[in-house]
């Protein structure tokens, strides 16, 4: 059982590439989360899912793009890379309610 | 959004000494959850407040849901070096457990 993992921990991206940024689960949780975390700030969340086929925005989406075909994994895509997007993400899931949200190592994203 | 205010931002204090740090929101929230954050990895929930003026012990550590449903505490007794981190306070207010809205974070320094 590896709980939530994240995919790659680093990455440096030059403005305007793009990329997606890996997450999965195999503790069979219905909700996902996206968050990002700026340096000294807590997480503020972009996106997340009450499961597969569902997906909604948060309260940072603009940039950001998911989807959720399997239960196991919620990719994020980042489809033109900018400097503003420079910060720490972590990925989350739950099986909703007042159950434990169980967070990632996180990846961290560089974009020149 | 929703804000929530977290301080003190930074604390560097004695091994053996108690700490306090609290939250305040602008708005009501459901639940309250106090996360710990080492360097390099995800959060970890410590205590999660899910009624107001509830009262929750784990450990040294004890948080309280306020009775106004707009602020919550965690102290921590007789600190050791170990407790050092990034302590986070986040508010869920539908209770889905997947929409979190986090605190600036408390960085907690121990000196042994």
């Known amino acids: 059982n590896a709980g939530v993992t994240q995919t790659p921990k680093f990455q440096v991206l030059k403005t305007g590439q793009s990329m997606t940024l890996q997450c999965a689960q195999d503790?069979?949780?219905?909700?996902m989360s996206w968050y990002r975390q700026d340096p000294g700030m807590g997480l503020r969340l972009i996106h997340y899912?009450?499961?597969?086929?569902?997906?909604d925005q948060g309260e940072v989406p603009n940039g950001y793009n998911v989807s959720r075909s399997t239960t196991e994994d919620f990719p994020l895509r980042l489809l033109s890379a900018a400097p503003s997007q420079t910060s720490v993400y972590f990925c989350?899931?739950?099986?909703?309610?007042?159950?434990?949200?169980?967070f990632g190592p996180g990846t961290r994203l560089l974009v020149l | 959004g929703q804000q929530l205010n977290q301080s003190p931002q930074s604390m560097f204090i004695q091994e053996g000494e108690d700490v306090s740090m609290n939250c305040t929101s602008s708005?009501?929230?459901?639940?309250w959850l106090w996360y710990k954050q080492d360097p390099g990895e995800g959060p970890v929930l410590l205590i999660a407040?899910?009624?107001?003026?509830e009262l929750t012990s784990n450990g040294r550590l004890t948080a309280q849901f306020g009775i106004t449903r707009k602020d919550s505490f965690l102290n921590i007794s007789a600190s050791i070096p170990s407790d050092v981190g990034i302590y986070f306070c986040?508010?869920?207010?539908?209770?889905?457990?997947?929409?979190?809205?986090f605190g600036g974070g408390t960085r907690l320094m121990v000196k042994p």
């Open positions: 989350a899931s739950s099986t909703g309610g007042r159950e434990t949200q169980y």
């Open positions: 503790m069979n949780h219905e909700y």
């Open positions: 899912s009450v499961g597969a086929g569902i997906t």
């Open positions: 708005s009501i929230f459901n639940t």
């Open positions: 407040l899910y009624k107001a003026g």
């Open positions: 986040a508010g869920d207010f539908n209770n889905a457990g997947n929409m979190l809205t």
